[in-house]
Each structure stands twice: as structure tokens, then as C-alpha cells.
């Protein structure tokens, strides 16, 4: 039987719909709301993305590169992206004696892991001879696995002990790196000056060979709240005066070049973190070249890491999700070696099973999902390609304001760099207190019921030792949910020392489908803070209402309704509550309507809870007029 022939299939009968159009039917499906306002939304970095991207979007972009590996780099430094040579797997070893650090690392590299990853020093692992360095790398065949070293400010000592256990320099792959500004915010304070660790550099540099040797650690900014154009740019002003500094010491332009390591966290916003990895090689590219570097050494070589500001403590396992996306975004941009964070990070220990989860996520990503097989994935995107060239010219920008007011050391002493990311991180906090922003399982969706993660206590990390020649304000890490998740353990802790709980009656009015909606609002709203919620399916008078809820005792108490019922309601309801219990705190769930709102005050209403309100304030309020210490 032969085989049957189909026609070709075409798309003639589906018609190209214009912007104009798409925009017509957006406006009306919004019912009158804003298109401007609905659909726009605006990022910390600046950028406003539009709801739908076409290729006009793209007209104004000069493609100066067209193949992954050349000019550029913007679609990646290696022109058969991951097919030929994979991203590291780099999972962090917490270990601080040698010993134990070196039967961390075996096992990790046993169980999918592809390269060592490790901080030296007083965070890290101690080293102080050879006979430590070969301990910690026993049975490790350094000319065949990669190694990524920070080492704080200098390098020297650590490659110094390297060469004095024997190890090949000029074998040694991966970064052994020294970062002097980045530790300078970290620690604020700098045991040496400034000249003398750009002279240790430039030894360094010429020590290394086939190993990096200077960092540019973009993970102080990001832990402090900082927007990807602030990590970037001030990674990019570093590198730029590590550059500036190296060719003063002789070193050429394409050694000094390929010496630096960059280091990026890996954020929540997606799409960002993407473009923010193209982004950042384009602008690596145009600096090193006006510094004389050729077009092969003009490759960004990028270490990332999964942010540790965009992890909670409550709901932990969330963080998977996090992470994974996170990585996920990492891969898509080209990333050179990768480490993923275990989920129980932000309790400054883990255990196995989260380093098994943490691994197996970039495992997983190499071996079944396949994602060494496209080259730049996000090449051809109206969108990315769009959000790429943006972020680019806003990083480009920021750079060169850093170097208008005299380079990132400038920056760094004046604390005018700290005080910009201090202003993101503010910002930051500010929308997830309004719960503009919102982390799943800490100020929306609280789960009561959770029991805390059981983890040692981190291990404390010595001051810096000897006295500081050089301070600055230093860049303090943060998580984002920090404050919600402090106010929730207020709580907590008040109710284990006093066996109370803090209670909250929600006064529901009518029936179920007239309170449901704002009874349950509340309920999330008050569970933020582990409050306890007293519900009920609702009262058909304000007398019964009034007193069931002098009745239960609650200190707060919180008036659940319609809009068309609260006029007849409120007044009456909130006036008995506080005539026969004072110092109840009365709430008004939903925004009033503002003919209303001074009648509502009077009678007794204190706040109104809603979409807008600010979470945060409210529960710190309750707690701290309720005697939760």
C-alpha cells in the first residue's frame, strides 16, 4: 500500500493581528480599568515591561553580533554554547578543617558534582601550610577538576601554599581569586592598603597561569538588595580599575583580562537574570577592549550563584521552586560554573538531603532535561533580545556615572555606592511590607501549621584580625522577608513563654457568601504574624455579632462585610464592641469608601485591612499594643 499523501500545510487562513488591534481587545477585556497601569509594570532597575513584545521592538537594537562566540559574546563565549563543554557543577563544601572539608568535596564530586568550591579563610576553610592544602585536595586530581577558591582580599598566600604542596599551577583550572573592594564591603575594613593589594594582584596574575586569580564578586551587591544594573555596573567599575591597576604593573592586556573570575547571584525575576548574564558579557566585552584586550580575551567568564536574599526561613521548601527557577535562568544566560544553594540556606547550616536536592537540580538539568543542547535559548525572543539591549544601556550608564565621580574606589569611601544600594533594598522592603511583592509562605499564604526546621546553630565567623588600614561603610547581607519573618517569631516566642495565643475574631456578617471573600482575606492577612483566627459562619444581627465577639476575648477584632452593607453596619457594631470592651482593637476588612471612612474612626474603627495596606506596620502595631515582646 503506498503511503498516503498529505498536503502541505500552510497558515494562510490565520491573519498576522496588529499591536493595534491586540491593544483594542486588552482595553476592553480590562473593563475600564487602566491599560497603562494594568499592564505596564516597572522593575527596580528602571525598565517597564510591556505586556507583549513584537519584532518592532527590535528595530532600534544594533545586532553587532551574530553567532554565539564571536565580537560580543552576547549569545554566549563559546560558539557551540554547552554541547562541547558543559557549566561547571560547583556546590559549595562547608567544612573548615582540611579534613573535613576534603571529605565533603569527595563526596560531592562522587555523587554529580564537577568542580570544588570553597572560601578560604576565616568564612571558610583554614589553610595554614602545605601539609594542610594536601589534606584538603587528597585524592582530588586538580588537572582534570576545576577549583573555585575565594580567598577575600588576596590570593597570593593561598596560590603560595598551592605551589608549596605541590600542586601545577600552570594545570590548575577554575579561580583561585582575590577580591580587595568586594571585601572591603563585606567587612568594611581592609588589614592593608589598597596599592600593596593591587601589587599582591598583579604577583598573582603572573603566578597563576592556566588558574583566575582576581574576583569580582557581584554577591555583596545582591545580598544587600541591590537591582541587576547595580550588581553589573559596580562589577563592571571594579573590574575595569583591577584592569587599570594590572596594566600599571606591567601585566598586558589579555593576561589581565583572562585573569578575572565575575561572580553573579541569580534573582527572582526571571527574565532579568537572563538578560542580565547577556548584558553583562556585551559590556565586559566593549570595556576590555578599550583597555587593548583581544577578541578572545574579551570573554565575561561567569561563576553564579542562586541568590541567598530571595530565600525564607518559613516555608523553606519553597525555596526548591525558588532555586530551581533560579538556576534555570542561570543556564539560559550562559553561565560558566554554577552553585546552587540548598534550601535550608538561610539557617546557616544543611543537612544531606538538602545538598542532595540542591546538586541534583543542576544534575538533573545536564542529564534529563537536557539543557547542554540549544545554544543561546533566548536568541530570537522579542522579548529578551528587547530586555537584553535595556539593561545593557542601563548598565553601561551606571558604570560610567561610577566613573564621572573618580572609579569604584571613589564610590566605595564617599559610601555614596552603599547608600544607592541601601535605597534599592529600602524600596524592596517597603513593597513587600504593602505586600506589592509577594514570598509564598511568609507574607502571603503563612502556613500556621509549619514546624521550624530543626538546624544547628551557623558557625560563628571571627572578626578580622590585625587592624584596619583602609574602612568603608560596609554592605550588609540581607534576606528580603527578614522582617516578616522576625515578626512572626515575635510571636511565636511570646506564645511559648506565655502558652497565650494572640487572637483575632473575625466579626462576619451575614451569610457565608457575603463574608467569605474579606473573612478569608483577613484570616491570610493576620496569619502573617501567627496570629490565631476565630471564625465563624457569620451572625444575621450586629447584637449577636457584638457579643460573640466580647465574648471571645480578643484583643482584636475585625469587621468582615460587603461595601453595600459596612454604611448600616460598622457604625453600630464597632460602637457596642468598644463600649463594652474598650481597649479592643476594632479593624475594618476592605478599603472604605471615603465618604464613610470618618464615620467608621468615630465609631471606633482604628485601621482598615485591604490589598493596599501596609501589612507589615499593622501586625508590628497589634503586637506592640497587645504586650507581644
Known amino acids: 500500500m503506498a503511503d498516503k499523501v498529505y498536503p502541505p500545510v500552510t497558515f494562510e487562513e490565520f491573519q498576522p493581528t496588529s499591536y493595534e488591534v491586540?491593544?483594542?481587545?486588552?482595553?476592553?477585556?480590562?473593563?475600564?480599568?487602566?491599560?497603562?497601569?494594568?499592564?505596564?509594570?516597572?522593575?527596580?532597575?528602571?525598565?517597564?515591561?510591556?505586556?507583549?513584545?513584537?519584532?518592532?521592538?527590535?528595530?532600534?537594537?544594533?545586532?553587532?553580533?551574530?553567532?554565539?562566540?564571536?565580537?560580543?559574546?552576547?549569545?554566549?563565549?563559546?560558539?557551540?554554547?554547552?554541547?562541547?563543554?558543559?557549566?561547571?557543577?560547583?556546590?559549595?563544601?562547608?567544612?573548615?578543617?582540611?579534613?573535613?572539608?576534603?571529605?565533603?568535596?569527595?563526596?560531592?564530586?562522587?555523587?554529580?558534582?564537577?568542580?570544588?568550591?570553597?572560601?578560604?579563610?576565616?568564612?571558610?576553610?583554614?589553610?595554614?601550610?602545605?601539609?594542610?592544602?594536601?589534606?584538603?585536595?587528597?585524592?582530588?586530581?586538580?588537572?582534570?577538576?576545576?577549583?573555585y577558591l575565594d580567598c577575600g582580599a588576596a590570593a597570593q598566600r593561598t596560590l603560595s601554599l598551592l605551589s608549596l604542596a605541590d600542586v601545577d599551577l600552570k594545570a590548575l583550572k577554575g579561580c583561585v581569586g582575590g577580591d580587595p573592594y568586594g571585601t572591603l564591603l563585606a567587612d568594611g575594613r581592609l588589614p592593608v592598603t589598597m596599592e600593596k593589594l593591587f601589587d599582591e594582584m598583579a604577583e598573582t596574575v603572573k603566578l597563576g597561569a592556566g588558574v583566575r586569580t582576581v574576583l569580582v564578586d557581584g554577591l555583596v551587591y545582591a545580598n544587600g538588595g541591590a537591582t541587576a544594573v547595580q550588581e553589573v555596573g559596580a562589577c563592571m567599575a571594579t573590574a575595569s580599575a583591577y584592569l587599570s591597576a594590572m596594566?600599571?604593573?606591567?601585566?598586558?592586556?589579555?593576561?589581565?583580562?583572562?585573569?578575572?573570575?565575575?561572580?553573579?547571584?541569580?534573582?527572582?525575576?526571571?527574565?532579568?537574570?537572563?538578560?542580565?548574564?547577556?548584558?553583562?558579557?556585551?559590556?565586559?566585552?566593549?570595556?576590555?577592549?578599550?583597555?587593548?584586550?583581544?577578541?578572545?580575551?574579551?570573554?565575561?567568564?561567569?561563576?553564579?550563584?542562586?541568590?541567598?536574599?530571595?530565600?525564607?526561613?518559613?516555608?523553606?521548601?519553597?525555596?526548591?521552586?525558588?532555586?530551581?527557577?533560579?538556576?534555570?535562568?542561570?543556564?539560559?544566560?550562559?553561565?560558566?560554573?554554577?552553585?546552587?544553594?540548598?534550601?535550608?540556606?538561610?539557617?546557616?547550616?544543611?543537612?544531606?538531603?538538602?545538598?542532595?536536592?540542591?546538586?541534583?537540580?543542576?544534575?538533573?538539568?545536564?542529564?534529563?532535561?537536557?539543557?547542554?543542547?540549544?545554544?543561546?535559548?533566548?536568541?530570537?525572543?522579542?522579548?529578551?533580545?528587547?530586555?537584553?539591549?535595556?539593561?545593557?544601556?542601563?548598565?553601561?550608564?551606571?558604570?560610567?556615572?561610577?566613573?564621572?565621580?573618580?572609579?569604584?574606589?571613589?564610590?566605595?569611601?564617599?559610601?555614596?555606592?552603599?547608600d544607592d544600594v541601601a535605597a534599592t533594598l529600602a524600596q524592596r522592603f517597603k513593597n513587600l511590607d504593602t505586600r506589592a511583592d509577594r514570598a509564598v509562605g511568609v507574607n502571603m499564604y503563612a502556613n500556621v501549621l509549619e514546624q521550624k526546621l530543626d538546624r544547628p546553630a551557623p558557625k560563628a565567623v571571627p572578626a578580622p584580625a590585625g587592624p584596619a588600614v583602609v574602612t568603608a561603610k560596609p554592605i550588609e547581607a540581607h534576606r528580603w522577608t527578614e522582617r516578616y519573618e522576625a515578626l512572626r517569631a515575635k510571636t511565636e516566642a511570646w506564645m511559648e513563654k506565655t502558652g497565650k495565643t494572640l487572637d483575632v475574631f473575625l466579626a462576619n456578617m451575614g451569610p457565608i457568601p457575603q463574608h467569605k471573600a474579606r473573612a478569608d482575606f483577613a484570616a491570610g492577612f493576620f496569619e502573617v504574624a501567627h496570629f490565631n483566627m476565630l471564625r465563624n459562619d457569620g451572625f444575621p444581627t450586629v447584637d449577636a455579632c457584638a457579643d460573640a465577639a466580647v465574648k471571645s476575648g480578643a484583643p482584636v477584632v475585625v469587621i468582615c462585610s460587603t461595601d453595600a452593607t459596612y454604611p448600616e453596619i460598622v457604625p453600630e457594631l464597632a460602637r457596642k464592641i468598644k463600649a463594652a470592651k474598650p481597649d479592643t482593637t476594632v479593624l475594618l476588612a476592605g478599603a472604605p469608601a471615603p465618604e464613610y471612612k470618618d464615620a467608621y474612626l468615630e465609631a471606633g474603627v482604628e485601621d482598615f485591612i485591604h490589598v493596599k495596606a501596609n501589612c507589615y506596620d499593622i501586625l508590628s502595631k497589634i503586637q506592640s499594643t497587645k504586650g507581644v515582646e
Open 22 to 147: 491586540w491593544k483594542e481587545e486588552a482595553v476592553t477585556s480590562l473593563k475600564g480599568g487602566d491599560f497603562q497601569k494594568k499592564l505596564f509594570t516597572k522593575t527596580y532597575e528602571g525598565i517597564t515591561l510591556q505586556p507583549i513584545y513584537t519584532k518592532a521592538d527590535m528595530e532600534y537594537i544594533q545586532e553587532t553580533s551574530t553567532f554565539p562566540g564571536r565580537e560580543d559574546y552576547l549569545r554566549g563565549a563559546a560558539a557551540a554554547g554547552y554541547i562541547a563543554d558543559r557549566w561547571d557543577v560547583a556546590q559549595a563544601v562547608e567544612g573548615a578543617a582540611p579534613t573535613q572539608a576534603n571529605t565533603d568535596i569527595l563526596h560531592e564530586l562522587e555523587k554529580g558534582a564537577t568542580a570544588v568550591n570553597l572560601t578560604i579563610g576565616r568564612k571558610g576553610v583554614v589553610l595554614e601550610c602545605s601539609d594542610d592544602v594536601r589534606a584538603l585536595f587528597a585524592g582530588v586530581d586538580l588537572t582534570k577538576t576545576p577549583v
Open 247 to 418: 596594566l600599571e604593573r606591567g601585566i598586558d592586556p589579555d593576561t589581565a583580562a583572562q585573569s578575572i573570575q565575575f561572580r553573579f547571584a541569580l534573582g527572582a525575576n526571571f527574565f532579568m537574570e537572563i538578560a542580565k548574564l547577556r548584558a553583562a558579557r556585551m559590556v565586559y566585552a566593549q570595556i576590555a577592549e578599550a583597555y587593548g584586550a583581544s577578541e578572545e580575551a574579551r570573554k565575561l567568564h561567569v561563576f553564579a550563584r542562586t541568590s541567598a536574599f530571595t530565600k525564607t526561613a518559613y516555608d523553606p521548601y519553597v525555596n526548591i521552586l525558588r532555586t530551581t527557577t533560579e538556576a534555570f535562568s542561570g543556564v539560559v544566560g550562559g553561565v560558566d560554573a554554577m552553585e546552587v544553594a540548598p534550601l535550608d540556606e538561610p539557617f546557616g547550616s544543611s543537612e544531606e538531603l538538602t545538598r542532595r536536592i540542591a546538586r541534583n537540580i543542576q544534575v538533573m538539568m545536564q542529564e534529563e532535561f537536557h539543557l547542554t543542547q540549544p545554544v543561546d535559548p533566548a536568541g530570537g525572543s522579542w522579548y529578551v533580545e528587547t530586555l537584553t539591549a535595556q539593561l545593557a544601556e542601563s548598565i553601561w550608564a551606571y558604570f560610567q556615572n561610577i566613573e564621572r565621580k573618580g572609579g569604584i574606589e571613589s564610590v566605595i569611601l564617599s559610601g555614596t555606592l552603599q
